[in-house]
């Protein structure tokens, strides 16, 4: 499955993550059912709580549970590819994350999967709630931008897609500019080590490699020239004077708001004691 979003990535859902999510909800759901072994042994404490579920029986019923992981894929460029996930354990009650279970876990799907890191986090349920924000702010050490992965587990005939909504956050928007940022001064940085080790004679010089930068170099705007000093000094002048003529405009209009009401208030006295505009 493959969708677009409106940051302009474009994720592609394999469908093993919706069926570890499934099985992962189907064992939590069945656990907590009541066995039929213990049904029996309980049926005292039942008969006398028969009135109270004839009348109220729909309350007494729990809700459904929700589990908690994380999906792991790959991103390049602008597609973002999830492959798998694993179950995390999380007590949503009191917020707690048990933190070496979600390393040992990391550790095991690096060593199959070495291509592979977290993206984000999963979870089911009709529709997203406060309370993840804990969760999300709690893996936001691992991957800056988590995806939010929701399955809705409430079977619905009428709907044709797939119950899954993929949520990003406001920071996933600029993680391709911030990668590619990144990418850039950290290759910056390796070359500049390197030329800095050949000057000082630590590291043969190599005149093709000196070459190759020269001509890297030739690419970048000359931004040192004379005209490029004429052009942005000329850009900033007008950029000043459009703002100092709309702060003149801003005062001349309060002046004309103040002005007008100095005559309103002198020409309602005038027309009491005799008085003149005031101005």
């Given at each position: 499955?493959?969708?677009?979003?409106?940051?302009?990535?474009?994720?592609?859902?394999?469908?093993?993550?919706?069926?570890?999510?499934?099985?992962?909800?189907?064992?939590?759901?069945?656990?907590?059912?009541?066995?039929?072994?213990?049904?029996?042994?309980?049926?005292?404490?039942?008969?006398?709580?028969n009135n109270n579920n004839?009348?109220?029986?729909?309350?007494?019923?729990?809700?459904?549970?929700?589990?908690y992981g994380c999906v792991?894929?790959?991103?390049?460029?602008?597609?973002?590819?999830?492959?798998?996930?694993?179950?995390?354990?999380?007590?949503?009650?009191?917020?707690?994350?048990?933190?070496?279970?979600?390393?040992?876990?990391?550790?095991?799907?690096?060593?199959?999967?070495?291509?592979?890191?977290?993206?984000?986090?999963?979870?089911?349920?009709?529709?997203?709630?406060?309370?993840?924000?804990?969760?999300?702010?709690?893996?936001?050490?691992?991957?800056?931008s988590p995806l939010y992965?929701?399955?809705?587990?409430?079977?619905?005939?009428?709907?044709?897609?797939?119950?899954?909504?993929?949520?990003?956050?406001?920071?996933?928007?600029?993680?391709?500019?911030?990668?590619?940022?990144?990418?850039?001064?950290?290759?910056?940085?390796?070359?500049?080590?390197?030329?800095?080790?050949?000057?000082?004679?630590?590291?043969?010089?190599?005149?093709?490699?000196?070459?190759?930068?020269?001509?890297?170099?030739?690419?970048?705007?000359?931004?040192?020239?004379?005209?490029?000093?004429?052009?942005?000094?000329?850009?900033?002048?007008?950029?000043?004077?459009?703002?100092?003529?709309?702060?003149?405009?801003?005062?001349?209009?309060?002046?004309?708001?103040?002005?007008?009401?100095?005559?309103?208030?002198?020409?309602?006295?005038?027309?009491?004691?005799?008085?003149?505009?005031?101005?």
């Amino acid at each position: 499955m493959a969708s677009s979003s409106s940051s302009g990535l474009t994720f592609k859902f394999h469908p093993l993550v919706i069926v570890n999510i499934s099985d992962h909800y189907t064992r939590v759901k069945s656990q907590l059912n009541l066995p039929p072994s213990l049904t029996s042994t309980s049926s005292a404490a039942t008969s006398n709580n028969n009135n109270n579920n004839s009348n109220g029986g729909e309350n007494n019923q729990q809700p459904p549970p929700r589990v908690y992981g994380c999906v792991i894929g790959v991103q390049r460029g602008r597609t973002v590819e999830i492959f798998n996930s694993f179950e995390l354990i999380y007590d949503p009650s009191t917020r707690s994350l048990d933190r070496s279970f979600l390393e040992k876990k990391q550790e095991l799907y690096k060593k199959v999967f070495p291509h592979f890191y977290v993206l984000g986090w999963y979870s089911t349920g009709s529709d997203a709630q406060e309370s993840d924000m804990h969760f999300h702010k709690a893996l936001m050490d691992i991957n800056e931008s988590p995806l939010y992965v929701l399955l809705n587990p409430a079977i619905n005939p009428a709907q044709k897609d797939l119950p899954v909504t993929i949520y990003e956050s406001v920071a996933a928007q600029l993680t391709g500019i911030h990668s590619a940022i990144k990418m850039l001064n950290s290759r910056i940085r390796v070359l500049h080590q390197y030329l800095v080790g050949m000057q000082k004679g630590d590291i043969p010089c190599e005149s093709s490699l000196l070459r190759q930068v020269s001509s890297l170099l030739r690419r970048l705007p000359a931004i040192e020239s004379e005209k490029f000093q004429d052009d942005f000094l000329m850009e900033y002048n007008d950029t000043l004077l459009i703002t100092y003529l709309a702060m003149f405009t801003n005062c001349s209009s309060t002046m004309n708001e103040l002005v007008d009401k100095f005559n309103t208030t002198y020409d309602r006295h005038s027309r009491r004691g005799g008085r003149t505009a005031f101005i």
